[in-house]
């Protein structure tokens, strides 16, 4: 909220980063105007990336690692865990210091609110059990909130974007599939394809360090 890195510039959680997302997909464009973009993004990035896509009907598919549900849960998360008192006075004080360091308000940077847009566009949510940074249970809410195809894969005992690394193998054989089967080309009509065997309404099984939008080319 409103805190500086090295470099200087103000970090919005989610806000003002939505900027560097549509720089990075208006690039893909560009550089090749014929792909079918599928999005994978972690954290902070995956819901920006949810917020994102939701408005821009040419991303085909989503992956969405570790993502809070709303700029306010993922604060009354932390406080509630660090400080163990309620959160509502300091969701407050938040709020107000928020507006007035860096121009907007909790309510504007919500992934759930908007993440019904993504359908039909199929979408991979991965949260882990044991996040210590965004609530656990953000992952079931946006997962109710989504529309068809939607797939849910809890690991349990996974930290903040920790499934990469207690799941290696399951991880990126989910990630090849997730992407072959959504970015590649069909003959048929897409509305006459079968369901997808991958496509149960949950799944549950006993970071990276950046995001990026990955492409097929046709």
Known sequence: MGMEPAGGV??????????????????????????????MAYSMGAAIAILCSAEHPE????????????????????????????????????????????GYRFHQVEPLRVIARLAPRPLLLIHGGRDRLVDPYDAFRLYTAAGEPKTLW????????????????EYITRMVTFFQTHLTISN????????????????VSSSPAQDHVSHHTR
């Not at 989610?14 to 893909?28: I, T």
Request: proline content about 7%; hydrophobic content about 40%; aromatic content about 10%.
């Open 10 to 39: 103000p970090v919005t959680l989610g806000y003002r980063e939505q900027a560097d997302f549509l720089g990075a997909l208006a690039y893909v464009q560009k550089r090749a105007p014929q792909t079918r973009i599928g999005v």
């Open 59 to 102: 991303i085909a598919a989503v992956v969405s690692d570790s993502a809070f549900a709303t700029h306010s849960s993922v604060m009354r998360y932390n406080v509630q865990r660090t400080l163990c008192l309620p959160a509502t006075p300091f969701l407050w004080l938040g709020d107000w210091l928020l507006h007035l360091r860096a």
């Open 154 to 169: 809890m690991v349990p005992h996974a930290d903040h974007c920790g499934a990469y690394f207690e799941r290696r193998e």
């Open 188 to 203: 048929e009509p897409q509305l006459d394809r079968p369901e997808h065997s991958w496509g149960e309404k949950m799944i």
